[in-house]
């Protein structure tokens, strides 16, 4: 195995296994619980490494994640026992500990901290490798089996230790797993860039799916493919430095994940809300004639846009000539859904939520694009199948117009 | 306990230097850094912290040298692009703020070290600054002649950030302290908290820069955020919370010095640990229960 192939399967197991567990960090909102972690296991690691000359990768992580341990044990204390706020404390103990660990370094100067520090993949020798496989086997049998209790331990803990689940037992292991990761990871992209690894991958993929499992597989496919680009763009540029770009490389999915990504991102909100928005401005049209209908006295000038009418039409719900716009029958049925909609909500608003009846209008204006057929019938048996609305109009039913 | 244990520290002719620069950085960072702290925005320090990297490699691509007002210029453009980038993330893109924070700080960390790593023959920088800086070698750089007392520029230069903040601090008082404990009232008087906000941000990137070549990056966030965590817990007014912060980092320096000396080690490091020290005493000597720090 080369060089270049240990360094491209270390990142895709690194790739793999952080973003597994990233996407639990980010919806626990733990991201920069994560980045205090990869600064507060530096003594450990120091210490890890000037004790044993071998360096036993074990070994190492050992001491490591006593460092971790002993910084969170801190920043839990600090934060029941004194008033300091959870950012201050963070901030504290992330800056503390790396100081302590600087110190020490200057002081035993340990062979192989360089790595720690700033990361090279090309350190990682067979030994970190396996380590590494063993923890990523570990983890991608562990995660899925256990995904259900994981998921709501993350997203709700009071509500699963009410359930009776064995809430601290998950955070400790947790805690302790990520520990770990954090401590491998470091190796390949240094101390600071830990949380690129983490944090990144995970909140791509929340731009693009709303559930939990979804998001892991996505956020381990975006560090992995991310970890191998930065490895290979690194390898093809020999100056460039390998953390920074498997950083960089991420980062740059998460950004297109941010503009394109189907649940949030930036393009596929737009073209909803403009869909949205032209749904409902059709469907004004459509009610402003029906209205026009229903009271034919009422003759006032009536301005539409082109464009909308143009799609109406072409939608075969209003009929054009050159001067006139008329409803054709199935844009009428549509129209009196609408009106349908708003007069039952008016009057739901009247008798269900004490409204007054000059104040009911510009709620139902909002409403009668969101109600749909289920809960129209829904309002009509609730309030026994009403005439007329609080205006004393009456209230189109579904059957009249079916019959006109 | 004999006296020489006391004074060996002093004996080197630059000590004075170091701890004059320990203690300006310390002041600098600290003053802006209590108004992060009582704003809760610590962790937009941290980030700063990481993110002036571009811009102090870039000020150094224009301005050919690590003691020029483009640098500070650059990094306080950075660090204050990258928390408009995080509070746009957070508020349009509906990602979680500290989630928003881990992702933008790294990415400019990252574009940093490549910058650095580019350009590496030109930008004459200490990578290994950037994590730990290194005081001892920047206060053997330029020296200023004033007088007849040769000065290192490093001293001016953390000295005038020193000022910058204290004047920072003095002159916009009322300003801060309304807008940091009542952001409504601030508004009704036509203080703008954003325009507060702004200055804050941009004056922490400047203090990050100087404290780059003392302390490195992730160390600042000590100096930004100890001094004003220790004195919280034992006052609960503001301008004891300022003076205190000076107190703070003055203590810090000159502990520093003798820390460094006594185990051999980084400056920078013992700084901060002779801070954190000073931390546990406060928390030891004086753990009361303190509600709310009270202006005024």
């Known amino acids: ?404 | 306990m004999n006296l020489d244990f006391w004074i060996d520290p002093w004996r080197s002719p630059t000590s004075i230097w170091l701890v004059i620069t320990a203690a300006f950085t310390a002041i600098a960072c600290g003053l802006p850094g209590s108004f992060l702290v009582l704003r809760r925005m610590s962790l937009a320090g941290d980030a700063i912290s990481h993110s002036v990297l571009p811009g102090i490699v870039i000020g150094f691509l224009i301005a050919g040298s690590l003691d020029s007002p483009w640098l500070i210029a650059g990094a306080a453009f950075t660090g204050w692009l990258t928390v408009m980038i995080i509070e746009l993330l957070y508020r349009r893109g509906g990602v979680r703020e500290d989630a928003a924070t881990g992702v933008v700080f790294t990415a400019m960390f990252s574009i940093g070290v490549v910058l650095l790593r580019l350009f590496a023959s030109k930008v004459d920088l200490d990578p290994d600054c950037v994590l730990f800086g290194n005081l001892e070698t920047a206060i053997h750089g330029r020296q200023v002649a004033i007088g007849s007392l040769s000065v290192p520029t490093i001293v001016l230069l953390t000295g005038s950030t020193a000022l910058l903040a204290i004047a920072f601090v003095t002159f916009l008082y009322h300003r801060l302290l309304s807008t940091s404990f009542d952001p409504s009232l601030a508004k009704l008087t036509a203080q703008s908290p954003a325009l507060s906000q702004s200055l804050l941000l941009a004056i922490t990137a400047a203090v990050v820069v100087s404290a780059f070549q003392t302390v490195g990056a992730v160390m600042s966030v000590a100096l930004l955020v100890l001094p004003a965590a220790s004195c919280l817990l034992v006052t609960r007014r503001l301008p004891h919370l300022l003076w205190g912060v000076i107190i703070h980092g003055t203590l810090s320096a000159i502990g520093g010095l003798y820390l460094a000396t006594w185990f051999n080690c980084n400056l920078g490091a013992s700084i901060i640990l002779t801070g954190a020290g000073l931390f546990f005493l406060c928390l030891l000597r004086f753990k009361q229960s303190i509600s709310v720090i009270k202006p005024g």
């Not at chain 1, 201050?88 to 800056?95: G, I, K, T």
């Not at chain 1, 609408?338 to 409204?355: D, G, K, M, N, P």
């Open chain 1, 1 to 404: 195995m080369t060089a270049l192939h240990s360094a491209l399967l270390a990142a895709l197991l690194l790739g793999i296994v952080s973003g597994l567990l990233g996407s639990f960090v980010v919806v626990r909102r733990m991201a920069l619980t994560g980045d205090m972690l990869s600064h507060a296991v530096l003594p450990g690691v120091v210490a890890g490494l000037a004790w044993n000359t071998t360096r036993n990768p074990l070994l190492v992580l050992i001491c490591a994640v006593l460092a971790g341990v002993v910084g969170s044990v801190t920043m839990n204390g600090l934060l029941r026992h004194t008033r300091l706020k959870p950012d201050a404390v963070l901030a504290l103990v992330l800056s503390v500990f790396f100081a302590l660990g600087i110190a020490m370094i200057s002081r035993v100067q340990p062979a192989g901290v360089q790595a720690f520090l700033y990361g090279q993949v090309a350190a990682i020798d067979q030994r970190d490798l396996l380590l590494l496989l063993a923890v990523t086997a570990i983890t991608v049998t562990v995660v899925p089996l256990a995904f259900r209790s994981l998921s709501l331990v993350s997203f709700d803990a009071s509500f699963a230790r009410l359930l009776g689940f064995p809430v601290r037992f998950f955070d400790i292991a947790f805690f302790l797993l990520l520990t770990v990761v954090i401590v491998i990871a470091m190796q390949a992209v240094g101390v600071v860039l830990v949380t690129a690894m983490l944090v990144t991958p995970a909140a791509a993929a929340r731009f693009c799916t709303h559930s939990l499992a979804k998001t892991t597989a996505i956020s381990c496919a975006i560090g992995a493919v991310g970890g191998i680009a930065g490895v290979w763009i690194s390898a093809s540029r020999d100056s460039l430095p390998t953390g920074p770009l498997m950083a960089l490389s991420t980062t740059l999915l998460f950004a297109a994940a941010a503009l394109l990504g189907p649940r949030r991102g930036w393009l596929p909100t737009l073209l909803r809300r403009r869909s949205e928005s032209h749904r409902i401005a059709g469907e004004d049209i459509l009610k402003t004639l029906w209205l026009r209908e229903e009271a034919p006295g009422l003759i006032q000038p009536l301005i539409f846009k082109e464009g909308l009418l143009k799609k109406l039409a072409a939608a075969g719900l209003v009929h054009r000539t050159a001067t006139t716009v008329d409803l054709t029958p199935t844009g009428r049925d549509r129209a009196a859904m609408l009106v349908r909609s708003h007069r039952l909500w008016e009057r739901y608003l009247t008798e269900y939520a004490a409204y007054k009846t000059d104040h009911v209008h510009d709620d139902a204006e909002r409403a009668e694009h969101w109600i749909d057929e289920a809960r129209m019938a829904l309002l009509a048996t609730k309030l026994g199948n009403p005439a007329l609305d609080p205006h004393g109009r009456s209230i189109p039913s579904i059957d009249k117009e079916v019959n006109t």
